[in-house]
């Protein structure tokens, strides 16, 4: 099979990625390491939002949960002494997915409006424990002194090594929503998605589908949460303040909803420009101190005459109009 | 007893102040299919305008009736400009671009006044304290807002069920297509019922700002409480929001007057004083998620 336009263009972004260590130290810049893990962080988190709102049509207002569950897993175990970072990270992963398996099973039994209402209410119930759990730093939060240890194998506190392992979570994460979306289960979703009684008619309950992809892209997001937390060092209820789940939506908007490589850009995309308006010298002091007003104007914008983002710009003209 | 008393004040005052907010959003998502996350936004408009007015003019009346039309006019130029092309969107767009419009509204005022809370005085004739009962001296503020709230929902329900601009209200949530075909001007209903909701949610930021802290992000504190309250009680429909405003306003302000003290008898100090502010400060979203498990419509499901 020939690879299309659009895996090419993936492959060579991420081959890209691959270079920016080497070409951070060439030029003595190591901030872009860190911005460029960061992005990659969020693409994973976005991938996983993806898989549920691109190709599952839920449009879910409450991602940044489970990237606050991830973030909990790791930073609660470290605050009791536990550092073993394979325990820390598939609790992470396990209790991203018990808590969305819980909230799916509750707010899949709705849809429209009040799917996005409830994650949302659910995520900011979640937040509001963060805030009021004084053990953990409350509203403050907490430095995790001491990131995931994977003795003998790889040592996270080495910045390069660090962005080699999310670049390699990342290339797992979008290979595996890859084959998900296009498996017999990810065809019931979709179904689901554009014709709910259609998809019944031909003998598919859609909800336990929907809840199963909800629990995968939960449990996604909280490794995603499980490296944030280790690339701040710092644990903050802020990870499930309501504008992230927002942020993380546009994400997916931005790159192109329900593509593979989306995510991805559409992460890019919105990192580079809010580091862009926070700190370009070229741009006046005006700009640095209200650059959300800014990056509201891009977003409303976007959302009025770029509905199918970055991604939609490299579909060639033929398959215009996505079914 | 007394502080029972009190806190079911507390509640009402609480729910009449949601009511506000969701009636507006309930009215705007029934009729124009609109998911205005933007809400918030004209609230905390409205407790600036008050702030603002109040101070250059002197008088509080004056200063709530110029921020009452103030923003009124915010939201019916926000209409006008970006909502309107929403209104055939689905609904993943409308609650992005109304995202994307809250981050700009809250810069614009963080512009105008600063990121620090700003401080919102009452005039002089607010400030005492009412004895309602022997031993009960409750502040005449807080009781002012529970009697302008009820009476707005009274007003609010002769408007919808009594009006002719109540009656095009109703059709519109019902089939607007047809009405649109019997020759009523659906896109000026529109504008005057989303108007009418900004005003309301303007009004319950007004009312806000001598108690709670003026600030830019006001707005979306409440804006999430006010989707429980339309989860409960049932989307598009005016007596669902006001069930649904007072029962959320009492079950939280009850929960964090009383829980912690509740959980101590039934466990020890330490473990209600960890545990409590935290269940407190969930109990209504737990509230939420069990109103959903047995009635996903909502208490009060609207028609259609």
């Known amino acids: 099979m020939k690879p299309s336009p659009r895996t090419l263009v993936l492959f060579a972004v991420l081959a890209l990625l691959a270079a920016v260590p080497t070409l951070a130290a060439a030029f003595n810049q190591p901030f872009y390491l860190d911005l460029f893990r960061r992005i990659m962080i969020f693409a994973i988190a976005a991938a996983s939002l993806n898989l549920i709102l691109g190709y599952g049509g839920m449009v879910s207002f409450g991602h940044a949960a489970y990237l606050g569950i991830g973030a909990y897993a790791v930073g609660v175990l470290a605050h009791h002494g536990i550092h073993n970072g394979w325990l820390q990270w598939a609790v992470a992963i396990g209790g991203s997915a018990l808590v969305a398996l819980v909230i799916g099973a509750v707010s899949i039994r709705t849809s429209g409006i009040y799917f996005i209402m409830i994650t949302l209410a659910f995520t900011q119930m979640l937040y509001y424990m963060g805030i009021s759990i004084e053990e953990y730093g409350g509203d403050d939060g907490i430095r995790v002194a001491k990131l995931s240890q994977f003795e003998g194998l790889i040592d996270l ?149 770029a509905k199918r983002g970055l991604a939609g710009l490299l579909r060639g003209s033929k398959d215009g109009a996505d079914g | 007893m007394i502080l029972i008393i009190e806190q079911i004040l507390n509640g009402l005052q609480l729910g009449v102040m949601l009511f506000l907010m969701a009636a507006g959003l309930t009215l705007v998502f029934g009729i124009m299919n609109l998911v205005n996350l933007a809400h918030g936004a004209l609230y905390m408009v409205g407790a600036y305008l008050a702030t603002y007015f109040f101070q250059a003019t002197g008088s509080f009346v004056l200063g709530v009736a110029l921020a009452l039309a103030g923003t009124l006019a915010v939201g019916i130029l926000t209409e006008l400009v970006a909502l309107r092309t929403l209104y055939e969107r689905d609904h993943l767009d409308q609650v992005l671009a109304t995202f994307g419009l809250i981050l700009i509204f809250n810069e614009l005022i963080a512009m105008l006044w600063g990121r620090a809370a700003i401080y919102s005085a009452l005039p002089e004739y607010l400030q005492g304290h009412l004895e309602i009962a022997a031993g009960l001296r409750y502040p005449l503020y807080r009781l002012l807002i529970i009697v302008v709230g009820l009476a707005v929902a009274a007003a609010l329900w002769y408007v919808v069920v009594r009006t002719r601009l109540g009656m095009l209200i109703r059709a519109g949530a019902s089939n607007r297509t047809m009405v649109a075909a019997l020759g009523i001007n659906i896109r000026l209903l529109y504008t005057v019922v989303f108007g009418f909701g900004a005003a309301l949610a303007g009004l319950a930021g007004i009312m806000a700002g001598p108690i709670y802290a003026v600030q830019p992000g006001m707005g979306e504190l409440v804006l999430i409480q006010v989707f429980v309250v339309i989860v409960v009680g049932g989307i598009g429909s005016i007596r669902g929001a006001l069930a649904g405003a007072l029962i959320v306003g009492l079950v939280d302000t009850l929960g964090r ?38 009635r996903p419509e909502g208490l009060f499901a609207s028609r259609g």
């Open chain 1, 157 to 305: 506190a080495n910045p390069t090594a660090f962005y080699y392992v999310v670049l390699a979570l990342l290339a797992v994460v979008l290979l595996l929503v890859h084959r998900l979306v296009n498996s017999r289960f990810g065809m019931v979703i979709r179904a689901a998605k554009s014709n709910d009684a259609r998809t019944r008619a031909i003998g598919f309950s859609p909800y336990p589908y929907r809840l199963a992809a909800f629990v995968i892209a939960g449990a996604i997001c909280g490794l995603a949460g499980a490296l944030l937390v280790n690339q701040t060092a710092y644990l903050t209820p802020e990870f499930m303040n309501w504008t992230r789940s927002g942020e993380l939506m546009f994400m997916v908007i931005l790159g192109g909803i329900g593509t593979t490589a989306g995510p991805l850009f559409g992460a890019a995309a919105l990192l580079l420009l809010e580091d862009l308006l926070q700190g370009w010298s070229l741009l006046p002091k005006l700009v640095h101190n209200f650059w959300q007003f800014y990056l509201g104007i891009v977003l409303v914008l976007v959302v009025l005459f």
């Open chain 2, 257 to 294: 007057a009383f829980l912690k003290p509740f959980l101590a008898t039934v466990t020890t100090p330490t473990a209600a004083d960890a545990a409590g502010p935290a269940l407190a400060s969930m109990l209504i979203y737990l509230l939420m998620a069990v109103v959903l498990a047995l």
